[in-house]
């Protein structure tokens, strides 16, 4: 498994990088990036006051949301990257469409250990479902006024980071129609999954060998739980990696629907994870939530 990702390092990048840039206004640009002739970006008002003298820390008490599109008729994967087969935007849209009906509304939540690639999926779904898109990591991040989650971890502690983080998941909770992208590490505390009941929990199930890769081949500065490991990138992060995963996977379970890259890549006679594509893993998000949705155990025409 080791060999055949990094071998495909190219094509195993799961997380498309953004950058996101700070506008006069004071609200946050998301900006998505679906080939040159789509742009989504996300237009986020916070309001941000400070907590009481005693814990001097930052609460996110309110957010502003909108969203505008410029469209087209097509879209694309990443920037660079070769469309493996043309009828993928077809078939994520057709699925989207057999679902809307029965979500009425309710807000979608991806969680999973960091490098599963819960920021690309869930922005295709966003898109298809005609949703806007948050990252709860970024969300926490404008919260406290800090760049980084490395950063809040280094200058305040980890637990600091996950008080702020269930603020914001709270927040999300009241509203209807996002997509949310959570941290890795979202799912063990109990108070997260009550805010997050309130939609429907989707966990990325991703092999560990492939995300050590991933995570390897884009360094581990931004992810505070590695960067102290020792060794090279690979190994520390699948150690570190391999730890989280006994520390969080029954927690993980908890989700509503299960998305398996490894079942993805059998149904799809795939020899490796790391040939899936972000539009093979947002189908099967959509196919699973049907699933979920309807009581109903999945088809073999699926």
């Avoid at 957010?63 to 990257?81: H, Q, V």
């Avoid at 709270?170 to 805010?195: C, D, F, Q």
């Avoid at 739980?225 to 060794?231: F, P």
Wanted: aromatic share 6%; net charge neutral.
């Amino acid at each position: 498994m080791e060999a055949a990702c990094t071998s495909n390092l190219q094509y195993c990048s799961w997380i498309a990088p953004q950058k996101i840039r700070q506008k006069p206004s004071g609200c946050l640009e998301l900006p998505q990036r679906w080939g040159e002739d789509r742009k989504q970006q996300m237009l986020l008002s916070s309001r941000i006051m400070k907590g009481s003298a005693d814990s001097k820390r930052h609460r996110l008490v309110g957010f502003e949301i909108n969203r505008c599109y410029r469209n087209s008729e097509d879209s694309a994967l990443e920037p660079g990257r070769t469309r493996t087969f043309v009828d993928e935007p077809k078939i994520v849209k057709k699925k989207a469409q057999e679902i809307a009906p029965y979500l009425t509304g309710r807000c979608i939540y991806l969680v999973g250990m960091m490098g599963s690639g819960k920021t690309t999926v869930g922005k295709i779904l966003s898109e298809v479902l005609g949703y806007s898109f948050f990252d709860s990591d970024k969300l926490v991040e404008q919260a406290v006024g800090m760049t980084s989650v490395a950063q809040i971890f280094k200058e305040h502690s980890e637990t600091f980071f996950r008080d702020n983080e269930s603020e914001v998941l709270r927040e999300l909770s009241l509203m209807h129609r996002l997509v949310v992208a959570t941290g890795g590490g979202a799912v063990i505390r109990p108070i997260n999954w009550k805010y997050m009941k309130h939609g429907i929990t989707v966990w990325l199930d991703v092999p560990l060998e492939a995300l050590a890769t991933r995570i390897a081949a884009v360094g581990t500065d931004s992810r505070p739980l590695l960067h102290h490991e020792s060794g090279d990138a690979y190994t520390k992060a699948l150690a570190r990696l391999s730890t989280l995963s006994q520390e969080r996977g029954h927690a993980y379970t908890n989700a509503d629907a299960r998305v398996s890259l490894e079942h993805i890549a059998s149904k799809l006679g795939h020899g490796d994870v790391c040939r899936l594509t972000p539009t093979d893993i947002a189908t099967e998000a959509l196919i699973q939530m049907k699933h979920f949705l309807l009581g109903t155990e999945e088809d073999d025409d699926e």
